[in-house]
């Protein structure tokens, strides 16, 4: 299978991926949530701020449309179809789940609790409800794994790895989520990606309808004249 292969060149940054999701669950179950937060929100200097209120953005579904449209404009078509693939599934998700669990965004969380934490980056439109799991960081996630299963190239690994985790993290500077709520985004990203990677390139489900003809035809002449 196309897909265990792929995983096993792979491993690095897999490994590495979840390397670093388990240590940061272990984290999240060795302090409380306002605890965990502040840990991860010490250090706020201006240019970071200004930093990642935009690179956030890049955690949008826009972004996998894009690339998913650039692919296609170079015909690189099964790899578009992946990347859109992934996006769709791991944004059908995170929505279900935001509305199953409702849980309460940072700035919400804080005010119910009587917590005062006043760093809220200039400019940022903050949110009250669905903060679990992540929306940008699974986006974030199913992209960046897409991109290293179709180009098959080791070497982009680290890249697409930063990418991800940087935008993980940025929700939680921006105070737009919690750490379990990335967590989970990125387990969704992840899987999503996998899911799609198996079902255009293992399990062919998408192919064209030409292509579905001389499948059928090869198979019904290797049936015919048999070795």
Sequence with gaps: MRTIKRLTELNYYFFTAMSILLLALIFNFSFSKIDGFLIFNWFHPTWLDIFFKYVTN???GLISILAAAILL????????ITVALAYIYSGLLIQIAKRIFH?????YFFEQTLFQYTHFVDGVKMHDQNSFPSGHTASAFALATVLVLVFRKKKISPYCLFFAFLIGYSRIYLAQHFLIDVFFGA???IICAVVSYHQVYDLQLFRSAKL??????????????PI
Excluded at 73 to 80: G, W
Excluded at 214 to 225: E, P, S, V
């Design 58 to 60: 890049l955690g949008d």
């Design 73 to 80: 404009a170079f015909r690189k078509k099964k790899k578009a």
């Design 103 to 107: 849980m309460p965004r940072p700035k």
């Design 187 to 189: 387990i969704t990203g």
């Design 212 to 225: 579905n003809r001389r499948y059928k035809q090869l198979k019904i002449t290797n049936q015919a004249n």
